[in-house]
């Protein structure tokens, strides 16, 4: 009975002393912010970290980073724009393209999705995440596209 109990003081200091070093180690949640892409025009950020492992950006629309306006008329020139924005935000993050794991693609016209698509691809690559895209109403700014991704942080 002795050895039983002394097994279960380790183990629940070892428990404490885990926990202790997960708490100091890194925040929970850590706020990314860049100036290379557009500044948030609400109450969200460019991107969310979570204990350093996995980044959630919010959706990003063909904004210019330096003056704030929608850069392009055609599908083409708004998705770069948009990849080079998350490109922005998953290189602050110490993140790539290469580690995303999942988009959601909004489009405000479906029959915009091959042209979308091709530009969306130069980026993305080989190790495309999985993806869903769907067609919206409307989106800020009126803009024709928003992309929003999940990735790693290695």
């Known amino acids: 009975m002795m050895n039983i109990m002394k097994y279960i003081l380790i183990i629940l200091t070892l428990c404490s002393l885990i926990s202790a070093q997960t708490q100091t180690e890194k925040p929970m949640k850590t706020i990314i912010k860049t100036e290379q892409a557009p500044l ?11 204990q350093g492992h996995l980044l959630f950006t919010a959706g990003q629309i063909a904004l210019d980073p330096k003056s704030g306006q929608m850069v392009g008329t055609s599908i083409q020139e708004q998705t770069k724009q948009v990849c080079e924005n998350l490109k922005a935000i998953l290189l602050a993050s110490h993140s790539d393209f290469k580690y995303a794991v999942k988009t959601t693609v909004f489009l405000k016209n479906f029959n915009d999705f091959v042209a979308m698509n091709e530009v969306y691809g130069q980026y993305f690559g080989d190790a495309s995440p999985a993806r869903s895209t769907v067609e919206v109403a409307r989106l800020p700014k009126d803009a024709l596209v928003e992309i929003e991704v999940v990735a790693l942080i290695p």
């Open 40 to 50: 948030p025009i609400g109450p969200y950020n460019q991107a969310i970290a979570v």
